[in-house]
């Protein structure tokens, strides 16, 4: 034991030069593969897994970046499913007059754009009006109603 | 070529700013090097000279010595590769016509700001939030601030540019300082503190009343945090209760003796010269568009009557 002991005295002033191997400089907050996210609708399987404490994660992003933003399209695997949503707000930086959230908020839609909640909780921004109505593809996918159930835009 | 125009400004800027003011001593210092000067230096400190004995005069026009919190977007951005005469002069003409269109008040981090812009989106064509200011920075036209406030429990956090041409109307709801010059440790503070309702009215204030400093100090949450707020010295929080060895390590990595480092603070900050001499540039338009707004205010409801 005694040996050991001194065989670790003799190491330690070789590694005196204090340095951590884990990056230290604050997180980009983006949306990628495996981010917990936050749903905001009133959902009965979102609502659940938010109560339950465990948030869905992303595990895919339809763009082809990979980084999720406002008004792109996700995968998310919640309560062991697997369901798609918007993203209607993100924590990441965002550029002038567009509002940034302290977290990243989504809403599960189904294939065809229309949302299996009733309700959205939060503000959302409202470029997010002209974002959805350009990714509206007639007869494929439609986010009106998605619009229409938000209480309140910033 | 650039390293000299360096060392000339810096001994200038130095010597001017800081030693001429500060210590008689060190300025002696400065004039035992004046026979080492280049023949330009001379003649630029005689015409130096020849200004101040205009000040005793009182023929050169000095702004305020409040502007320079007022409104410390006219400052240029001190680092010196992006100094250009030019362009900094340019952007201040443009500056002065956008405020002559739209008025930007004085308003300081922790104050309350309400912000119309135009918002095509929207079915009224504005949009306006109500929040308050975190942050605020840039010089010249690109100068910013940050706007935070919880609607239906959720933080929202916008920036503006304060040039931007969508911007229709900014008002100041409250005019108050905080403790810190930067209020980002909202993020992690409770959500009351940085609640405010949107139907605001603006409150009234006296002329020429001093800035009052709101002395709150906010609750934060439970760690984690977005930054070790411990190592910041921030005068608004409330004490942390973190465990001791946090602030050892805070302690360890602290940097006490930059407020001692002359030459980290002459290159973080514009000379004292030049800030007057730009000021002096700007502070007759600035009082007559200042000016025009309060008779045209005192004209308004007379008006209405």
Redesign the interface.
């Known amino acids: 034991m005694a040996l050991q002991v001194q065989n670790f005295a003799r190491i330690i002033p070789l590694s005196v030069p204090f340095c951590r191997s884990f990056h230290q400089c604050?997180p980009l907050n983006q949306i990628q593969l495996l981010t917990r996210l936050r749903v905001?609708d009133n959902s009965p399987i979102g609502k659940e897994a938010m109560l339950e404490g465990r948030p869905p994660k992303c595990i895919h992003v339809y763009n082809k970046t990979g980084v999720g933003t406002i008004g792109d399209k996700v995968l998310v695997a919640i309560k062991g499913q697997k369901k798609k949503a918007v993203i209607i707000?993100c924590k990441q930086k965002?550029?002038?007059?567009?509002?940034?959230?302290?977290?990243n908020?989504i809403v599960l839609i189904e294939d065809n754009g229309s949302p299996i909640g009733t309700r959205i909780?939060?503000?959302m921004p409202?470029?997010l009006?002209?974002i959805l109505k350009d990714r509206s593809v007639a007869k494929k996918i439609d986010f009106t109603k998605l619009l229409s159930i938000a209480?309140?835009?910033? | 070529m650039l390293r000299r125009v360096v060392l000339q400004t810096f001994r200038q800027g130095l010597a001017q700013s800081f030693f001429k003011r500060n210590a008689a001593s060190l300025s002696e210092s400065a004039v035992t090097q004046h026979p080492i000067e280049t023949s330009e230096e001379a003649s630029e400190k005689s015409g130096s000279k020849q200004k101040n004995g205009d000040e005793s005069g009182n023929t050169v026009v000095v702004a305020p010595p409040e502007f320079r919190f007022m409104y410390p977007e006219f400052l240029p951005d001190p680092t010196m590769e992006r100094r250009n005469k030019l362009k900094e002069k340019l952007e201040r003409m443009d500056m002065l016509q956008r405020r002559s269109i739209i008025e930007i008040p004085e308003f300081y981090t922790g104050s309350i700001m309400a912000v119309t812009v135009a918002d095509s989106n929207s079915p009224n064509k504005f949009a306006r939030f109500v929040g308050i200011c975190i942050q605020r920075g840039g010089s010249g036209l690109q100068a910013w601030f940050i706007l935070r406030n919880v609607v239906d429990r959720q933080g929202v956090e916008i920036l503006y540019e304060m040039y931007c041409p969508l911007i229709q109307k900014i008002e100041v709801l409250r005019l108050e300082r905080r403790l810190d010059e930067s209020l980002l440790y909202l993020r992690d503070a409770l959500p009351e503190y940085s609640t405010f309702p949107f139907e605001m009215e603006a409150e009234r204030r006296l002329n020429n009343s001093v800035v009052p400093i709101n002395p709150i100090k906010v609750k934060l949450r439970p760690r984690p945090w977005l930054e070790r707020w411990e190592r910041q010295n921030l005068q608004g929080v409330e004490d942390l209760n973190l465990p001791q060895r946090y602030y050892d390590r805070a302690k360890e990595v602290a940097k006490p003796w930059e407020k001692y480092d002359l030459m980290l603070q002459y290159r973080k900050t514009i000379p004292a010269e030049e800030q007057e001499k730009i000021y002096a540039e700007v502070h007759s338009q600035l009082q007559q568009q200042d000016l025009k707004r309060k008779i045209k205010r005192r004209r308004g409801p007379s008006s209405e009557q």
């Open positions: 604050q905001v707000g965002q550029k002038p007059l567009i509002p940034k959230f302290d977290s908020n909780h939060v503000p409202s470029i009006r002209k209480t309140k835009f910033v």
